[in-house]
């Protein structure tokens, strides 16, 4: 079974562009989380989406958003792009949303560096 | 709130020698635990998680785990270091009320042969 996909693998911007980062969950996988790993934060979650609707959200501005589509596959958008906004983005995805035995399982991540 | 605290921000073994990587947590209810580590410019990959049962948790890779209500701990061990396994080591626990995942800080295992 392949494993969670992530596009692009790498990207560069500058300032106040917006980037949209694309991710392919496991076959079979209903929920899709997304994380922001930096060296100075560490891994901080985004926001979950769970048939299309968002179900959790992570204390990140609203220039961040995302959404999924009926195929479980997802998108986030980073709007109005700051220097602060480079890092690794990971996408993750699991069986069911609100099952608290599930695994998630991780993407190779998007690195995105903002100029 | 919901935490994990990885106390080591590096862990140095010798090739052969076991080691030991340390999580507390802190969560109301039942912990939900886990174990990843993340190889240089990859995603993290699921090593082993705790739910409930036997204290000692088996993963992959010749990993486990052991699971210390007490001293709410879920300290991740291996009998016998590899070069191979050098990478860096996440402790998650999962918010059973709101339903998040919290990683630790991360704690990068150096294995020198």
């Known amino acids: 079974k392949a494993g969670v996909t992530q596009t692009p693998r790498y990207l560069i911007k500058t300032r106040g562009q917006q980037v949209t980062l694309s991710c392919s969950p496991i076959?079979?996988?209903?929920?899709v989380s997304w994380y922001q790993q930096t060296p100075g934060q560490g891994l901080q979650f985004l926001f979950e989406?769970?048939?299309?609707?968002?179900?959790n959200k992570g204390n990140f501005p609203g220039r961040f958003s995302g959404r999924q589509f009926s195929n479980s596959r997802s998108e986030m958008n980073v709007s109005t792009l700051e220097l602060g906004d480079s890092a690794l983005y990971l996408c993750?995805?699991?069986?069911?949303?609100?099952?608290?035995?599930?695994?998630?399982?991780f993407g190779p991540g998007t690195r995105l560096t903002v100029l | 709130a919901q935490s994990v605290a990885q106390p080591e921000d590096q862990v140095n073994v010798a090739e052969g020698n076991p080691l030991t990587v340390k999580c507390t947590y802190s969560?109301?209810?039942?912990?939900?635990l886990f174990w990843y580590v993340q190889y240089p410019n990859r995603g993290l990959q699921f090593l082993l998680k705790?739910?409930?049962?036997?204290?000692l948790v088996k993963g992959s890779y010749g990993f486990e785990a052991e699971f210390n209500k007490s001293q709410t701990s879920f300290h991740l061990k291996k009998p016998s270091a590899l070069v191979s396994d050098s990478a860096l080591y996440f402790c998650?626990?999962?918010?059973?009320?709101?339903?998040?995942?919290?990683f630790g800080s991360g704690t990068k295992l150096n294995v020198k042969p």
């Open positions: 998650a626990v999962r918010d059973y009320n709101f339903n998040k995942f919290y």
């Open positions: 969560v109301s209810g039942n912990p939900y």
């Open positions: 076959s079979g996988h209903r929920s």
């Open positions: 993750a995805s699991s069986l069911e949303a609100g099952a608290t035995t599930d695994t998630q399982y």
């Open positions: 989406y769970f048939s299309e609707t968002q179900r």
């Open positions: 705790y739910i409930t049962g036997d204290n």
